[in-house]
């Protein structure tokens, strides 16, 4: 009897243990989830992104003839999307400004801006190019954003002939000048802080536009 009785007791005590330990397992599990869900972060968190980029400038030189030259640079976007709500991580909302570098040098130089057909009487033109637009984009997937850019671009000719823009084009000075500009970026992400970025951007000036294209990898901070 008195090994029935202790055998109910603990029958009755492996009962009431069962789901309180089932209940402790799946909160368990549950933590373990939530810890895995806060380690990860997209495109759609994005607050603040720095891209390395490289790639080529589009123009019409003082001769007429359609001039390529390497581009290198860099951009930095900022998003304000994840520091409204949840919702609106599902859109890129702010601002991508930058600065990119190209040795033109003289007409019918190579894509590097050396090597013309005819010598110059100086060492050739460089240009620099500062944009600053508005960046509105959504986010297709947690991994690809396409954006459209609009606002303008400040570019700094050495020699303002050496670039059919304006006006400015007849002098042979140095020329800052801000022109309108359009542009779209297709975004994809390859780690966790690392996206590929491709931005296509149209300068439109009165003279004849000029067009950049280039290709980067955005570092996007732990947040």
Do not use: C
Request: a neutral charge.
């Amino acid at each position: 009897m008195k090994d029935k009785k202790t055998l109910g007791l603990l029958l009755t005590v492996s009962l009431f243990s069962l789901p309180g330990f089932a209940l402790a397992q799946s909160a368990t599990n549950q933590s373990v989830g939530m810890n895995t869900y806060e380690k990860e972060q997209t495109l759609k968190d994005e607050i603040i992104g720095f891209s390395p980029q490289v790639g080529v400038l589009n123009y019409t030189g003082m001769n007429g003839s359609k001039q390529s030259r390497a581009l290198t640079g860099f951009g930095v976007d900022f998003n304000i999307s994840p520091l409204l709500s949840e919702s609106a991580k599902d859109y890129f909302l702010g601002v991508s400004v930058g600065a990119f570098y190209s040795h033109m040098g003289a007409s019918n130089s190579n894509l590097f801006g050396a090597n013309p057909d005819t010598m110059p009487d100086t060492g050739g033109a460089n240009l620099l190019l500062l944009p600053a637009d508005v960046k509105l984009g959504v986010n297709i997937t947690p991994s690809f954003r396409t954006s459209i850019r609009a606002g303008g671009n400040v570019i700094y000719r050495s020699l303002a002939n050496s670039a059919y823009l304006d006006s400015g084009t007849a002098s042979n000075s140095s020329l800052w000048r801000l022109y309108p500009n359009a542009g779209v970026d297709l975004e994809w992400q390859v780690s966790k802080y690392i996206s590929l970025i491709a931005r296509p951007d149209l300068t439109f000036t009165t003279g004849d536009k000029m067009f950049t294209a280039t290709l980067g990898a955005t570092i996007i901070p732990s947040i």
